[in-house]
């Protein structure tokens, strides 16, 4: 993607939107406009100037006279001419990174004779058709795993249907990102390494260089040991885990234990893998074959991982950032 | 048909125009004028789609004429490459039109074009958009609120302290880095610097105290320019604010940086003194980032990346930017400024522990840059001529506000409210007296001037009179002793004034073109804030503009142009609440997205 890398993109508003990866599925993209009438060709107006991959025109009818009051795409020059390879044409213009393609062609008989044309496509965009071709559509789009949005528009109202079997998104971006310190249960070695402090040493600079996390994993073991193996709950008992941290600390400019005790509700609200994750894992398609999709291969190994290294686990390969020199776990 | 015989006037040919024009083009209007300032730019070809590759660095009026012409060309539209707040656009200008549709991306042109058509009497049509989100809105004079109505927030700024002390997050390390730094370095060196660090123990001070620090020596190689420049602002000035316990009681300290740490182990970047890159001097590829294999903008530099970009860039700045130095003002589309930028904002980041950010994050930050796509602006348009419409037909009671939302909200994706009336207190269009607290013995005219004059009342040619007698006015055709005068007067205090300004004294301020007046009521005040009040002057009453309270002293820095000062920033996105029952739900999802105002809150701005 050479785009990418080019300071000066044209793309750049719109990758603050949506990111690389959203900028790579708008490329990646294959789309089939049926149609080309103002609302078609809006629309897929809009795409091209979005970077879509490819889009391919169908329709079979001419350009005339009343179509150049409504629709931007068409000119005078092109009265008579397909009207599929003039909005073609200027759509083209718009973005010659863009596979603007188009086939003279009518979407009622490529539904009829012709239903696997659609399969190569991610996305069909069907305007102003009528119901019994769109149910023939939806059913041949269903099949093949294609995309289908429907538009209609009559003066000043319209509507848009969107048929979808099943959406994927593997990318998420969380807005807050808690980091699992795995305070609560670190691994062997983590556990080792924590082992390796002491609390009560006598040097002090070593004492106030001890990393938070550390300071937190050795009082979640103090507090678990005189706690029936529980962790702090009630307020009372959250101030008072706090308040033992406190004690521990020797001075102001002992940094670490500021930050333990800002960072100590770490230790009684880690993440835990929610209901709706729960519900993806849990789903017979997560029982994968050579035919799944990508996202489903990707459950089925998160799955493995969950199961067989602990129920609370949300792998962080973060771990470094938040607690500067420790190992990579993994 | 109506919109055959109306008249209508454009004001914005950018994202928001583009879209209008073809609409305008479709629904049968003829007669459009068309207002922009501003040239083609590579990153509007996503969705200004009147625009091409080619057409980069011509007039966006000009071309988006051009191109609509091409399909429509019985029409008559009219491009002027302009400045709305041109004096030539007055209210004789305004008069003619049967309706003002705005696709302005800043505060100040639409509060101007406001103030001219209630000035002119013409019906305007408001519009804004930021990513997904959008609204658009009608003023009517006496019938509906205008826009200057409802309180507009005034762009983002910072705390002088945050920024030259105590940063916390990775936007105050670019301000600190484009505003003060940038501009120490490359722009106009008589501006006084808040770059200097001062202990409360004046006897020890940074060595960047010294005013000539940040000049070079004799003799001095850029690189060791370079370096020295580093160590003193990553390095000495830290150590010098680690001195005042006070501020780090409750805050992380920061740990200092110095060249010899980040190249312990590895040599500096080879600094030559000859520049042989291969895309010569032209600022918008000449890249250090480049030469140094930093080619992916999306990637976060580690510190000794940052470092390698500081010092490369610096020497670039040196060696190919000789004349411009002095008078060097950011740009963001400036590369080796916007990499210099980045690097020192990383450097300084890294020693206060905060993450650092990639080239393409920071160019965001530091320009403003607000994400924008195509589809909303179609669908803005569209709703504009609705609008637009109802205005021609007379259907004042038709006409509403309407958001255009990310996500459908109770069902809507387009939430309708209902306009209001004007308020009573809104000194633009219902002439109510403002309140103004300032010292009169030791504030001089000036300071009233620009600050509050063109600054918070937007006033673009003021002119300044206590009852009879006149203070101060602009204007290309005063007489030379009269310039004079006024000029004299600017320097004075106030209560020095041939006409003194004195506690209880009533100022009236006047714009002809603007056919704006208000009147400033002045209380003489012997204290202010220093943090709250750091222009040391309050303006109160009925404002439809205000700074947040809470808000401590911003960094004032007069640029030349709102799109390189930190402060006076565009924007694109007011989100205005009048709908009760819209209010808590546009309130949540606005304050979601927090790319949006929402009266109070916080707001991201554009320069577009």
């Known amino acids: 993607m050479e785009v990418r890398n080019n300071n000066n993109n044209k793309y750049d508003r719109q990758l603050r939107i949506w990111g690389d990866q959203g900028q790579l599925a708008l490329e990646q993209a294959n789309t089939c406009l049926l149609n080309c009438g103002p609302t078609g060709s809006e629309a897929l107006k809009n795409l091209v100037l979005g970077g879509i991959g490819s889009c391919t025109i169908v329709d079979d009818s001419k350009v005339e006279a009343r179509d150049l009051g409504n629709n931007f795409f068409v000119d005078w020059e092109s009265i008579g001419l397909s009207k599929a390879k003039t909005v073609c044409n200027f759509l083209q213009e718009l973005n010659d990174t863009v596979k603007a393609k188009f086939l003279e062609e ?218 500067e020199f420790l190992p990579r776990p993994f | 048909m109506l919109s055959q015989k109306a008249k209508v006037l454009m004001v914005g040919a950018g994202g928001i125009g583009c879209e209008l024009l073809k609409t305008l083009a479709l629904t049968g209007f003829k007669d459009i004028h068309l207002i922009d300032l501003d040239t083609i730019e590579v990153s509007n070809l996503n969705r200004q789609f009147l625009f091409r590759k080619q057409h980069v660095g011509q007039s966006k009026a000009k071309v988006a004429r051009d191109a609509v012409l091409k399909f429509k060309p019985d029409i008559k539209i009219e491009a002027h490459h302009a400045n709305v707040k041109n004096s030539d656009f007055d209210v004789e200008f305004f008069k003619q039109f049967n309706v003002v549709l705005n696709g302005l991306d800043n505060v100040d042109a639409r509060r101007h074009v406001n103030r001219l058509c209630l000035a002119a009497g013409v019906p305007l049509v408001e519009s804004g958009s930021t990513g997904y989100l959008g609204q658009v809105t009608v003023h009517v004079k006496d019938q509906t609120e205008c ?21 916390s997050k990775p936007v105050h390390c ?76 409750s805050r992380k300290r920061p740990r200092p940086l110095y060249i010899c ?106 320009g403003n840059i607000v994400h924008a796509i195509a589809t909303t602006n179609a669908i803005i348009s569209g709703l504009i001529v609705l609008e637009a419409i109802k205005l021609l037909m007379g259907n004042l009671d038709d006409c509403r506000t309407t958001y255009c939302l990310e996500y459908p909200r109770r069902k809507m994706l387009l939430m309708p409210a209902e306009l209001s009336a004007p308020k009573s207190s809104c000194y633009v269009c219902s002439q109510s007296t403002l309140l103004l607290e300032v010292n009169t013995t030791m504030t001089r005219l000036r300071e009233v001037v620009e600050k509050i004059v063109r600054g918070q009342l937007s006033v673009n040619s003021p002119m300044i009179s206590q009852g009879p007698c006149l203070i101060y006015e602009t204007g290309d055709d005063l007489e030379e002793d009269m310039v004079t005068q006024y000029n004299q007067n600017l320097e004075k205090f106030l209560d020095s004034l041939p006409a003194p300004i004195v506690d209880g004294s009533i100022l009236s301020i006047e714009d002809f073109q603007q056919e704006f007046t208000c009147h400033l009521q002045i209380k003489h005040r012997e204290i202010f804030d220093e943090e709250k009040e750091p222009d040391n002057m309050v303006l ?65 701005t554009e320069v577009s």
């Open chain 2, 261 to 366: 740490e980040v190249y312990s182990d590895a040599k500096k970047p080879r600094i030559d003194g000859s520049c042989n890159s291969p895309d010569g001097n032209d600022k918008h590829t000449a890249s250090a980032a480049r030469i140094l294999g930093l080619s992916n903008p999306q990637e976060v530099w580690t510190v000794r990346d940052s470092a390698n970009v500081f010092l490369k860039a610096l020497e670039l700045l040196l060696n190919t930017r000789q004349k411009d130095i002095g008078s060097l003002v950011f740009d963001k589309d400036d590369q080796l400024a916007m990499e210099f930028v980045t690097a020192a904002a990383n450097l300084r980041s890294s020693c206060f522990d905060i993450p650092m950010q990639s080239l393409f994050e920071a160019k965001g930050i530091a």
């Open chain 1, 106 to 323: 009518s979407p009622e008989t490529i539904i009829n004779v012709n239903p696997d044309f659609f399969s190569q496509f991610t996305l069909v965009i069907a305007t102003q058709m009528k119901e019994q071709s769109l149910l023939m559509l939806d059913a041949i789009c269903r099949k093949q795993g294609v995309m289908l949005l429907i538009a209609r528009s009559f003066g000043l109202t319209g509507l848009i249907r969107i048929s979808l079997k099943e959406h994927c998104v593997i990318e998420s971006k969380p807005d807050n990102v808690i980091h699992d310190l795995r305070l609560q249960k670190p691994w062997a070695e983590l556990k080792r390494f924590s082992d390796e402090f002491d609390t009560e040493i006598d040097d002090s600079v070593i004492h106030k260089h001890i990393p938070f996390a550390i300071l937190l994993i050795k009082a979640c073991e103090d507090w678990r040991k005189t706690h029936g193996d529980s962790l702090p709950s009630t307020s009372k008992e959250k101030a008072e885990f706090k308040n033992l941290l406190s004690s521990k600390r020797r001075g102001v400019d002992e940094d670490n234990y500021k930050e333990a005790i800002l960072s100590a509700y770490r230790v009684w609200s880690s993440p835990t893998i929610s209901s709706e994750l729960q519900k993806i894992l849990n789903d017979s398609a997560a029982e994968v074959n050579m035919n799944s999709p990508d996202f489903w291969v990707m459950v089925a190994a998160l799955k493995v991982v969950v199961e067989t290294i602990d129920t609370s686990v949300i792998l962080s390969i973060k771990y470094i950032e938040n607690v």
């Open chain 2, 174 to 249: 670019i301000v600190w880095a484009k505003d003060l730094l940038f501009a120490r370095l490359f722009g106009d060196r008589n501006q006084s610097s808040d770059l200097i660090v001062h202990t409360n123990d004046r006897t020890s001070s940074a060595a960047t105290a010294d005013t000539d620090f940040f000049n070079i020596k004799d003799g001095e190689t850029p690189e060791s320019y370079a370096c020295r420049v580093f160590d003193g602002v990553f390095g000495d000035n830290i150590e010098v604010a680690l001195r005042n316990e006070e501020t780090w009681k």
């Open chain 2, 147 to 167: 826009y200057e109505c409802q309180t507009k927030e005034l762009p983002k700024t910072y705390p002088v302290c945050t920024i030259t002390n105590t940063p």
């Open chain 2, 540 to 604: 109160s009453g009925k404002l439809s503009t205000t700074r947040d309270q809470a808000l401590p002293g911003s960094v004032q820095l007069t640029a030349v142009a709102d799109n390189v000062s930190i402060h006076a920033v565009d924007d694109d996105d007011e989100v205005i609440l009048i709908d009760e029952v819209a209010k808590q739900d546009l309130k949540r999802k606005v304050l979601d997205e927090e790319s949006v105002i929402v009266c109070g809150k916080r707001q991201r």
